[in-house]
């Protein structure tokens, strides 16, 4: 029951990214679309910071001594969201977002099979390169 709820709240976040997206393309649109991407980041970075000082439990400090590849997620972040920005009003939500999680499934399943990034080695099975093979399929039939 509780891996469920995991996976209902993942499914939650995906709802969340489409949302978010399709509203910054759209501010992307209105105000330049780096401005959208340094909106999104300014704006978040500040609810964090506020919600650090009440719940923040780890040792921001430490951010200096860990491993440079470790901090490259913030690079990503907005390599991703940059690219949604631009993306979304060319291709639309729905080819932008599949197109991502095909992305997100390949990569983890490289991830994962090579156990890189500090990740646990899983074999990747027939099933699964079956199921990413379909989805690219739904990539050609919803272009």
């Not at 430490?62 to 690219?83: E, N």
């Not at 599949?98 to 991830?111: E, F, L, P, R, T």
């Amino acid at each position: 029951m509780k891996n469920i709820l995991y996976y209902i709240i993942a499914l939650l976040a995906g709802v969340t990214l489409s949302i978010e997206g399709t509203i910054y393309a759209e501010l992307g649109e209105s105000i330049g679309k780096l401005e959208s991407s340094l909106y999104n980041f300014a704006v978040g970075s500040i609810i964090l910071g506020i919600a650090l000082l009440f719940l923040g439990k780890g040792s921001l400090s430490y951010t200096f001594k860990a491993p440079k590849w470790q901090l490259s997620g913030g690079l990503l972040g907005v390599i991703y969201l940059t690219i949604l920005v631009i993306g979304i009003p060319i291709v639309g939500v729905g080819l932008a977002m599949s197109s991502v999680v095909v992305g997100q499934m390949v990569m983890s399943m490289i991830i994962e099979h090579k156990g890189w990034l500090g990740s646990p080695k899983i074999k990747v099975k027939k099933e699964k390169i079956i199921a990413v093979a379909l989805m690219i399929v739904s990539l050609v039939l919803i272009y």
